[in-house]
């Protein structure tokens, strides 16, 4: 890994950023974000929204972070149920096999499409928080409760609760890196970070510009996780070893606490370069390795798609639907032939009648 490429002095670091989703990219620009998703049929479909105006509590340090973590996890949600609805129905256009199940069909008819949609997301988001919290804070400390007859060293219970909280992720990505879908969204997170570095080096958004480029980025939410952990790891240590019940406690009530550390951490290796940030950044740039992977042609297209959208100014209009390399709107060729035929036609009824006039 040569961080010089990862760090270069050149780069000018933007508040850009993205994230993967099925067989697509979101990037978030100054005013507005944009996805990108391929279809079936390979052509681009893309969806530009408008940015929500920021809220004062997200300019406080370390407050910030746990903000920017709920919203993430929301969004981020959000949209990779917005990929996967939009691919199946290109999927299934023009078939009449695909069915909503009764349950979607009675909360829509309960809730309201939108409101049904909504609450989908939110108990999606509720059921991976618990998840996380269950496997990956709960579970490390109640396995590692056993090693408490061992030993009673509270330095070796902690390193090694922590240790073995890491290896679970690790294990957990290399897991679901073998699935195929997955292999392809890190891929597409791959296109997302060689695009990204590729505008902040000032050049061309090209995929020949962007494929040299690493997949790993110091400013990754992958990073993010890495240094919550290792973040937790020094912080669960100074707590001691209590009994299992106010471990979980303490582990639980101190999430956005480490949430704001490293979120505060992840900003300055962001925007700085030097010894101290390589050296803390290194854990989540080998752990990128696992959540990337090498992009072709076609997803560095699409990555380049979104992130041309992403940076319109805010008075460009907002879209839904196809899409060229450049992430504006689609014009069939018959539609562009038409419509060219129609402008000349306008043209020359403008011409006769600045003739009639002078005539007259």
């Known amino acids: 890994m040569d961080l010089k490429r990862i760090f270069s002095k050149d780069a000018c670091p933007t508040k850009v950023g993205g994230q993967a989703v099925l067989e697509g990219i979101m990037m978030k620009g100054e005013h507005r974000t944009a996805i990108v998703l391929r279809l079936p049929n390979q052509k681009l479909y893309i969806r530009t929204q408008p940015l929500a105006p ?104 902690n390193l090694v609760e922590g240790l073995f909280r890491i290896l679970l992720f690790v294990l957990y990505v290399l897991a679901i890196s073998r699935m195929k879908d997955i292999h392809r969204v890190f891929q597409y997170h791959g296109a997302e970070h060689k695009t990204i570095h590729c505008y902040e080096a000032g050049l061309e958004l090209t995929p020949e510009n962007c494929r040299p480029y690493y997949t790993l980025h110091p400013r990754c939410g992958t990073s993010f996780l890495m240094f919550v952990m290792i973040i937790a790891l020094i912080l669960f240590s100074l707590l001691g070893w209590p009994n299992l019940f106010w471990r979980i406690t303490s582990r639980i009530l101190l999430l956005p606490v480490i949430a704001g550390l490293g979120y505060e951490l992840l900003k300055w290796a962001g925007r700085s370069d030097n010894w101290l940030v390589k050296v803390l950044s290194l854990p989540g740039l080998y ?74």
Not at 80 to 105: R, V, W
Not at 122 to 144: D, N
Not at 298 to 315: N, T
């Open 287 to 360: 752990l990128q390795k696992l959540t990337t992977a090498e992009p072709d042609t076609d997803q560095l297209e699409v990555a380049i798609a979104a992130m041309k959208s992403a940076l319109s100014g805010p008075d460009e209009p907002h879209y839904e639907g196809l899409c060229d390399l450049d992430g504006q709107p689609y014009v069939e060729p018959e539609e562009m032939d038409t419509t060219q035929e129609k402008r000349e036609a306008e043209r020359e009824e403008a011409g006769d009648q600045d003739e009639n006039q002078r005539i007259a």
């Open 54 to 157: 920021k809220k004062k509590i997200t300019k406080i340090p370390f407050v910030r972070g746990v903000m920017v973590f709920v919203d993430a996890l929301v969004e981020g949600t959000r949209t990779l149920m917005y990929s996967a609805d939009i691919l199946e129905a290109h999927e299934e256009e023009g078939s009449t096999t695909y069915q909503k199940s009764k349950f979607d069909l009675w909360l829509e008819k309960k809730l309201g499409a939108k409101r049904a949609w909504n609450l989908m997301i939110y108990v999606s988001v509720v059921l991976a928080i618990l998840l996380t919290v269950g496997i990956f804070i709960i579970m490390p400390t109640w396995v590692l409760d056993l090693l408490a007859m061992v030993t009673s060293n509270v330095v070796v219970l």
